[in-house]
């Protein structure tokens, strides 16, 4: 898009809000070392500034161009200093550019890394590797969206049923707090988020309870993105009964 155009479509757009500047901090990064920090009405945003053009001042007004607070902004413009902008649908389209590629990057990563993960499913016990096969086998597109995080998951429920030994205990220490945990899992992973901390309970608790339920349990990320974007056991077999 040639600068006229896109100038053009600035002035046509009728999406932005006008804000007094109350502080500007010249913050620059290694990124952007010209660009700095605004507070005005929406809070604190860093602006690219790679024209390089004069800092603006406290007491102007501001012009950010997007949906409004806790959207992102995609221009900033102070008269006729335009720092930086992209239309509405220049903004959606470099959006979903980018998440075809980081899409793309997921899957390539994900298929160098197939014969780490198959050897560490050939470690697991048959019911895990039932449950993580049977999500592979189900969607080619589960592995680089979800694979990674399942994968931990159903280790860590592993450790925990091989450490604890009880279900009962697993109860007990479920409710414990984060250091009473770590005493008694030394090689739980770090990091964990609440989401996959239960989980891997869960499947643990599973594993030693019930444990033909284990391929059948919901998948680790279904709260989070639901069983038909997870292909879990539960969508698949509303699904094969639908066909049925
Ligand atoms: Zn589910």
Redesign the pocket.
Known sequence: MSPETREMLRHQDREFEDHRIEKVGAEGTEKSPNGFTLSAGIGCLFVRNEKGLPLPQVGEMVRYYGKGFGFPVRGVAVDDRVYYYESAQEYDTNLQIEREKKKSEDRRKWIEGLPGVRARIAEMHPLFQQRVNAFMDYDDNWGPKFGAYEMMVCEQAEYIAATLETSEEIERVQKLGYNDQRLLLPDMEEGHSGNSASMSFRLAWLFLKHPELVPR???AL??LV???E?G????RSKEAQAQA
């Open positions: 349990e919901h998948g279904c709260a639901g069983c038909k997870y879990c056991h539960v969508h």
